[in-house]
């Protein structure tokens, strides 16, 4: 983890220096030039950075001449290019990305999804999930068939996903999970890197997340998990995960209907360290949430969208939680871009809309009308 | 180092004299770029920020002036930037196996990763750095406004810089 903080922490100053050499091309106005070199004053790597990023943007030019494609055969390809994924249609203007139905290698799902309603629905996460592949296949394990929707960060982007049971999953850099959704269960496979779900409620369905031989079962919650090269990582931020005992047979098997054992019940803060047999290795609990969370993006970025969605994305880092506990706040379409990390600016924000009062205790941050609540919204 | 391939940044942090191994043994100089860059950073202290008109152009100025002096006291008669474009090849390749291999190969390994990035942000790539179009088209062009065109350059640059020393 130290690494991969350390490894962060280098991209996010390789990104920085990457915008200070644009905005260096666009020609600095006074305040930018000062901000500069402010910038370039906190630290000797920002110096070599820049410095080096200079040098990188010739190789890049020099790189990109080898492109055989003309424009016309790169914006057509861009064009391909889902901006934002839409998994299930739920709604006008949400389009469908279709489960398989008959035995086939897995495909990559292409084509546009645009529309009035899929930009107003995925605004707010259209930015992670710019570059996206939505793949749809069925596995062969035996004789049958394993149905479902690979979903696969690109290496170079996370990748926010909103499923037909209103679960929110965000994908690190690289990582994928396979969904499968039904009428009478919920099956999530994570085949690689860290993925982070608030579970949906708009299902009765019991979601199963299976991790190596290790099946997840969720009682209602905010949840982290990472495949690691010898086993995973449960990380519980809110609610209840079980961990059942390893399982010997392919947990998608369609009619499994055994119980198997709850080897650990984790709550809210505390981890649960699996080896690559299945078996249950460490549990601790977590005071500190920030560095597991590190990989999820630093901002939320969002555009017409309702508060309690909104609220739902600030609430997947682990901070004391925003209960919007007044229908028509929760209703009311908002657009802005915030600190994730720091949800007092947005809470700010919603002090400004009118009737909107705040108050906190140790459940977490309360956004009520001025007037008595008549509704409840859980987020 | 798990993976070299985040930048100087990276190297700076990890401190394990991969590039000034490199730079001693293949360009012989006494002098390395992670001295550069920590000169560079002192003088850059040292000078009244409102006098630096130009940061770039300042940063650049005292690199070659400092690699220039290093240069003329270790031989006369040394190239005339005190090898400033062989110190900032190094900063680029922060990795002694990638830093060894031939610029052609070089270029060629970065257009795949190129290649291989989302299509919007390829085509953003090229759009800029091929066919040198403003933010302004290649945003019409790819229906995208001029904030998303800047983001794709950002990350499409920090990804292939990352994505280099995985070569290594």
């Known amino acids: 983890m130290h690494d991969e903080i350390r490894q962060a922490a280098a991209r996010r100053i390789t990104e920085e220096a990457a915008q200070w050499l644009l905005a260096n091309r666009e020609g600095l106005d006074e305040t930018s030039r000062a901000a500069f070199v402010e910038w370039l004053r906190h630290s000797p790597s920002h110096v070599g950075e820049y410095m080096a990023i200079v040098q990188w943007d010739q190789e890049m030019r020099e790189a990109a001449g080898r492109e055989p494609l003309d424009a016309a055969g790169l914006v057509a390809l861009a064009g391909d290019e889902p901006a934002v994924v839409a998994l299930h249609s739920r709604g006008e203007g949400v389009l469908r990305a279709p489960i398989a139905r008959e035995r086939a290698p897995a495909r990559v799902v292409t084509g546009a999804m645009r529309g009035p309603g899929v930009a107003r629905r995925w605004a707010g996460v259209a930015v992670a999930a710019s570059v996206v592949l939505a793949a749809v296949a069925v596995w062969h394990r035996g004789d049958a068939p394993v149905e479902g929707i690979v979903y696969a960060a690109p290496v170079d982007g996370m990748r926010s996903l909103q499923l037909d049971d209103g679960s929110r999953i965000q994908l690190d850099r690289g990582s994928s999970i396979r969904v499968n959704l039904g009428a009478t269960r919920r099956d999530i496979a994570v085949l690689g890197g860290t993925m982070l779900i608030d579970v949906g409620h708009d299902s009765s369905a019991p979601l199963n997340v299976t991790l190596g031989r290790t099946v997840l079962r969720d009682i209602g919650t905010v949840f982290q998990v990472s495949a690691k090269k010898d086993g995973g990582e449960v990380t519980v931020l809110s609610g209840r995960v079980d961990v059942l005992a390893p399982s010997e047979g392919w947990p998608w098997q369609p009619g499994t209907t055994r119980a198997p054992s709850v080897v650990a019940r984790l709550q809210g803060g505390e981890r649960a360290t699996l080896a690559s047999d299945g078996s249950l290795s460490h549990l601790a609990a977590r005071t500190d949430l920030s560095q597991d969370l590190a990989w999820l993006p630093a901002e939320i970025d969002f555009h017409d969208a309702p508060v309690a969605d909104v609220a739902r994305r600030f609430n997947d880092y682990g901070q004391a939680p925003l209960l919007i506990e007044d229908a028509s706040i929760a209703a009311t379409r908002i657009s802005g871009r915030f600190h994730a990390r720091d949800p007092a600016g947005f809470v700010a924000y919603l002090q400004t809309l009118p009737g909107v009062q705040v108050h906190r205790d140790e459940a977490g941050v309360h956004i009520v009308r001025k007037s008595p609540a008549t509704h409840t919204v859980r987020l | ?168």
């Open chain 2, 1 to 168: 180092m798990s993976d070299p391939a985040a930048g100087l940044a990276h190297v700076l942090l990890e401190q394990d004299g991969l590039l000034q191994r490199y730079i001693h043994r293949r360009a012989g100089h006494a002098w390395d770029a992670q001295d550069m860059v920590q000169e560079t950073y002192l003088r850059l202290l040292s000078a009244d920020p409102d006098s630096i008109r130009n940061p770039e152009a300042y940063l650049f100025t005292v690199a070659t002036n400092l690699l220039r002096q290093r240069a003329g006291g270790r031989q006369a008669g040394g190239r005339e930037d005190g090898g400033l474009d062989e110190v900032l090849d190094r900063l680029v390749t922060p990795c002694e196996a990638a830093a060894g291999v031939d610029h052609e190969v070089r270029s060629k390994r970065l257009h795949e990763l190129m290649a291989r990035l989302s299509p919007k942000c390829r085509a953003v790539l090229v759009l800029h750095y091929r066919d040198e179009l403003s933010y302004r088209d290649i945003a019409d062009q790819l229906d995208i406004s001029v904030h998303m065109v800047k983001k794709y350059i950002v990350k499409g640059l920090a990804a292939c810089r990352q994505g280099m020393g995985r070569y290594a």
